[in-house]
């Protein structure tokens, strides 16, 4: 079988669905949409800056990405230009502009290059409009979503992107229960079209070895990994921490851009050290490698990429009941759960992560391993 994967972004979930694909026997192609300027994504390094108006760079054999992948799977760098008024109106107009174009070229491209099945990870404009094309031209498709609420943290409404694309009646993939339900409850799309797949292990992250080290960080500490937004619930994380004066040697580490402003009151705490900016992905490895576990104290979710991710490193989560937190984590077994905004039980957690030496199980349940997953997603290709 010949196939299509298209992203923008999120290859920590799609590089090793493609891997794994491959090695029984399929060929792949993925795409992944980046901004102008970009050199990296999620798991992947591709490289010297890309082009906006080059229409597919192909990642090279020597790129250490493919001591991981296997030679029947193409990764392939669509850049877009980002649009912004920094530069003025009409400059963005123009960006705009361009972007039309170059995704019209490409959804033709892909189009002629006769897939047997296409699994485009929807969530921008750019995404939708390459979906559109190929179902237009009677591709056989099937749309992902990582995300489908315009706010993970208010009853809200299904994002303007998933509206249009559901209307498409192409079959629908989603990672977890709690997405499943979202949609559910937000849309009039029948229970037959979704079908839950979970991802597996962001596997492409050991290519980077053992990281790259990152000043002032160092010994045993509690790390907080992912870009920063209020509703990732650092409040509740320094709350907790005032509750653990006890625990002499408590460190976390915030690392991450964007802001809270908390992050101004942390910084003048001598348990935190606040790395507020963009992490590459060789850091994120050695603060990974080198950390006690992972905390994720938010107040909304989906599902996050951080638990898959810091299981590749046999590091257990600290949680809140939010998303599909509690899908992956089991309490005492791979990490621990609090209510979200409950400081109180988020500090008796991490205690217990912290002070205690948990003989925790990082052994995957059947519907984390990428070889159950890709035959799901091979069976339902299949039938589409």
């Not at 237009?136 to 990582?146: A, E």
């Not at 339900?181 to 980077?208: M, P």
């Given at each position: 079988m010949k196939i299509a994967i298209i992203a923008h972004g999120y290859s920590g979930a799609t590089l090793p669905l493609a891997k794994h694909l491959a090695d029984k026997g399929h060929e792949v192609d993925c795409y992944y949409l980046c901004w102008h300027g970009a050199t990296q994504m999620e798991s992947m390094e591709y490289g010297g800056k890309m082009s906006a108006l080059n229409i597919s760079h192909t990642i090279s054999d020597d790129n250490s990405l493919y001591n991981y992948l296997s030679k029947k799977v193409t990764v392939r760098i669509i850049p877009l230009f980002n649009p912004s008024n920094k530069y003025g109106k009409y400059r963005m107009t123009l960006q705009n502009s361009i972007n039309d174009i170059h995704i019209n070229i490409v959804a033709k491209q892909i189009a002629n290059r006769h897939y047997d099945v296409?699994?485009?990870?929807?969530?921008?404009?750019?995404?939708?409009?390459?979906?559109?094309?190929?179902?237009?031209?009677?591709?056989?498709?099937?749309?992902?979503?990582?995300?489908?609420?315009?706010?993970?943290?208010?009853?809200?409404?299904?994002?303007?992107?998933?509206?249009?694309?559901?209307?498409?009646?192409?079959?629908?993939?989603?990672?977890?229960?709690?997405?499943?339900?979202?949609?559910?409850?937000?849309?009039?799309?029948?229970?037959?079209?979704?079908?839950?797949?979970?991802?597996?292990?962001?596997?492409?992250?050991?290519?980077?070895?053992?990281g790259k080290p990152v000043d002032n960080v160092n010994g045993n500490y509690l790390l907080y990994l992912g870009f920063i937004k209020p509703y990732k619930g650092l409040k509740y994380l320094y709350e907790a921490s005032k509750r653990l004066s006890h625990i002499n040697d408590l460190k976390i580490v915030v690392a991450g851009g964007g802001y809270d402003p908390i992050l101004d009151v942390m910084k003048n705490d001598n348990r935190f050290t606040v790395i507020n900016r963009f992490i590459d992905n060789s850091e994120l490895v050695y603060l990974m490698k080198n950390c006690k576990g992972i905390v994720c104290p938010y107040i909304g979710a989906s599902q996050s990429g951080l638990v898959q991710t810091a299981m590749v490193f046999n590091k257990p989560v600290v949680a809140t009941r939010v998303g599909a937190f509690s899908e992956i984590i089991k309490e005492n077994i791979n990490g621990h759960l609090a209510e979200p905004a409950n400081s109180t039980q988020l500090a008796n957690s991490i205690e217990r992560l912290y002070c205690n030496d948990i003989p925790y199980d990082f052994s995957l349940p059947n519907f984390l391993l990428w070889d159950t997953i890709s035959e799901q997603y091979l069976s339902l290709f299949q039938n589409i």
């Open positions: 296409v699994n485009v990870i929807l969530y921008t404009k750019f995404d939708l409009h390459i979906l559109r094309y190929l179902v237009g031209k009677g591709i056989r498709c099937c749309v992902s979503y990582h995300e489908v609420m315009s706010d993970l943290t208010h009853e809200s409404s299904l994002l303007d992107v998933v509206n249009q694309a559901n209307s498409l009646n192409t079959p629908i993939i989603i990672h977890s229960k709690k997405t499943k339900d979202d949609l559910l409850h937000n849309s009039d799309v029948k229970e037959n079209r979704i079908n839950i797949i979970h991802f597996g292990l962001f596997e492409s992250f050991t290519q980077y070895g053992e």
